[in-house]
T-cell receptor
Framework: DADVTQTPRNRITKTGKRIMLECSQT?????MYWYRQDPGLGLRLIYY???????NKGEISDGYSVSRQAQAKFSLSLESAIPNQTALYFC??????????????FGPGTRLTVL | GDSVTQMEGPVTLSEEAFLTINCTYT??????LFWYVQYPGEGLQLLLK?????DKGSNKGFEATYRKETTSFHLEKGSVQVSDSAVYFC????????????FGTGTQLKVEL
């Protein structure tokens, strides 16, 4: 079984709809991240969480919200989806060891299309 | 702010050719540097890393050396294989940055027989 899973893997929705993307991990890591990937732009950080009670905005948080339901679960919501939120979304986790070189482990991604 | 600049792709090589993917960065202090690889249809996975100047990261025949004087972390492999076809991302975590990654735009590599 994969260590970091994302659901759904693909989603097509319409402008104005509320969408939730879910991420679960079995690695026991404290830190979780949400990124979006756009062609030519690489990956950009949306939100990150260092533990259940610590949630922080990333580079591009406008239009998104998150919920850390448990150590193992971190959900990303689009309150009112718009077409320029069409992208590939990745969840990632890392261990807390008070270091800056910890490896991040990525899920397989969710491809979201907003019509 | 911090940033990472990678050479644009796609890069197309024949099998057994030498590979270089350039990466330069802008950051204060001494960031940690990474190369991540994304195979088709998959998430990213760590390829190699270096945490201080002159460190060399290596894995699966790939190497990159942390050059503080040129703020670079170029990825090299002496002989690529078709199975190396993927997108390669250079990334950094700033000193005290809490392990938050800043990525380059990615370079697509295609290796042909």
């Amino acid at each position: 079984d994969a260590d970091v899973t994302q659901t759904p893997r693909n989603r097509i929705t319409k402008t104005g709809k509320r969408i939730m993307l879910e991420c679960s991990q079995t690695k026991g890591h404290d830190r979780m991240y949400w990124y979006r990937q756009d062609p030519g732009l690489g990956l950009r950080l949306i939100y990150y969480s260092f533990d259940v009670k610590d949630i922080n905005k990333g580079e591009i948080s406008d239009g998104y919200s998150v919920s850390r339901q448990a150590q193992a679960k971190f959900s990303l919501s689009l309150e009112s989806a718009i077409p320029n939120q069409t992208a590939l979304y990745f969840c990632a986790t890392s261990d807390f060891r008070d270091r800056d070189d910890n490896e991040q482990f990525f899920g397989p991604g969710t491809r979201l299309t907003v019509l | 702010g911090d940033s990472v600049t990678q050479m644009e792709g796609p890069v197309t090589l024949s099998e057994e050719a030498f590979l270089t993917i350039n990466c330069t960065y802008t950051a204060t202090g001494y960031p940690s540097l990474f190369w991540y690889v994304q195979y088709p249809g998959e998430g990213l996975q760590l390829l190699l890393k270096a945490t201080k100047a002159d460190d060399k990261g290596s894995n699966k025949g790939f190497e990159a050396t942390y050059r503080k004087e040129t703020t670079s972390f170029h990825l090299e492999k002496g002989s690529v294989q078709v199975s190396d076809s993927a997108v390669y991302f250079c990334a950094l975590t700033p000193t005290g940055g809490g392990n938050k990654l800043t990525f380059g735009t990615g370079t697509q590599l295609k290796v042909e027989l």
